[in-house]
């Protein structure tokens, strides 16, 4: 008899908020006269918006779900090598996405022959069909042809492809990673040194010292700014973003050892948890004369300070959700914790309905206050819309 597989109810909930609040800030765009400190900080600023404090919250949450998910997939029987080939090949869809949506972002369409608008909905709907969980009833003859027929779309998108300005057009290309891509590549550093170690905390703490270590080093100008060393670097944020996977990695293995001690109590995680997230923003905002606060310049202080942030924040769920048992609190935004995939590429879909078809809502809706219940409630609808997918239909499997 198998293993019952481990879940923590707090990381799923605080997934799903990550997620409604990456929804909702990438929704900002379509309002006007909301206050700035929604929005991203300028790269040139000292400080940080709501929006500056998702991606990192969501990669640290991507880092605490690593020793859960491969600790199930030991007790299923799979060996390191097995978990290693998920691990890369969960990696390689997700560059892959990442790609095709940045793509989207520099696209000529006049040259392409394709609207940005359908380019995206192609793309997502040929990462659903590729990467889609297909019910055991349907035939396998079925499955290859719809996988076959995405691969052949994205293909295809990709020959087409013309990007930038007049004379100066380009392929098809990794102009950058993308979000997608950016997790990628945390993900898969994170999960096979977490993989490689057997969950050792000495190993993980070296591989989250030496991430804050190489994003430092990058900030002072000690590292080649070319060549293959900054091609390495380049793709995990010159060490910020595997800051984040790692250190939540690290954070939920110390979290799991702790809380399986005879004798537990919360108390001891909040007083360790806690001592760990003041030092955390201590050295963050000490070493704010020296770097500034930064998302866009992913300058050391921004992930020291957002590390603290999540620590604090998986604290309060935990207690809410595992210790009070309110997860029933969290059961409209449930699906945005397991099909979390999804959810961010609903979004897509929906932009593309509303702007081919005209369909524009009235300033009075888009302002202000009005403006910030619209990119909630529209947030909202994203997630139910994924949920009710997942329970018919798509089930991305990543």
Not at 171 to 181: E, K, N, P, Q
Request: aromatic share 14%; proline share 4%.
């Amino acid at each position: 008899m198998s293993s019952p597989t481990i879940r923590i109810g707090a990381i799923d909930i605080l997934r799903a908020l990550t997620m409604l609040l990456m929804i909702f800030v990438n929704d900002l765009w379509s309002l006007k006269g909301i206050p700035d400190w929604l929005e991203h900080v300028p790269a040139d600023a000292d400080g940080m918006g709501l929006a500056d404090t998702v991606f990192p919250g969501f990669l640290f949450i991507v880092g605490m779900s690593v020793p859960f998910a491969i600790r199930n997939r030991h007790q299923k029987g799979d060996s390191n090598w097995l978990v290693s080939w998920h691990i890369l090949k969960r990696s390689f869809a997700l560059l892959v996405m990442g790609v095709f949506l940045v793509n989207g972002e520099y696209i000529n369409s006049a040259a392409t022959g394709l609207p940005v608008l359908w380019w995206n909905v192609l793309s997502c709907t040929g990462f659903i069909l590729l990467w889609n969980n297909y019910p055991k009833s349907l035939p396998r003859t079925v499955v290859i042809i719809l996988q076959s027929l995405a691969a052949a779309v994205l293909l295809y998108l990709a020959i087409i492809f013309r990007g930038g300005e007049g004379s100066s057009l380009s392929r098809f290309s990794t102009w950058w990673w993308g979000i997608l891509g950016l997790i990628g590549w945390a993900y898969g550093v994170c999960a096979l040194l977490f993989t490689w170690s057997n969950g050792k905390i000495t190993w993980l703490a070296v591989g989250w010292l030496a991430s804050l270590a190489l994003c430092s080093a990058n900030h002072l100008q000690w590292l080649p700014q070319s060549g293959f060393f900054r091609q390495v670097i380049s793709p995990v944020g010159e060490g910020s973003m595997t800051a984040f996977t790692i250190g939540g990695a690290l954070a939920a293995e110390f979290f799991w050892k702790e809380s399986n001690k005879p004798g537990f109590k919360f108390s001891k995680l909040v007083l360790i948890f806690g001592i760990a997230a003041i030092l955390l923003a201590g050295a963050g905002f000490l070493s704010r004369p020296e770097w500034g606060i930064s998302k866009m310049r992913a300058t050391p202080s921004w992930v020291l300070i957002c590390s603290a942030i999540m620590l604090v924040s998986f604290l309060f769920i935990y207690w809410l959700v595992d210790i009070q048992q309110k997860s029933n609190w969290f059961s409209l935004i449930k699906p945005a914790g397991t099909e979390t995939l999804l959810c961010y590429l609903v979004p897509y879909y929906a932009y593309a309905l509303v702007q081919l078809n005209h369909l524009w809502l009235p300033d009075s809706l888009l302002t202000g206050g009005i403006g910030l219940l619209k990119s909630l409630a529209f947030s909202l609808l994203v997630i139910i819309i994924a949920g009710l997918l997942s329970k018919k239909w798509i089930r991305l499997k990543l």
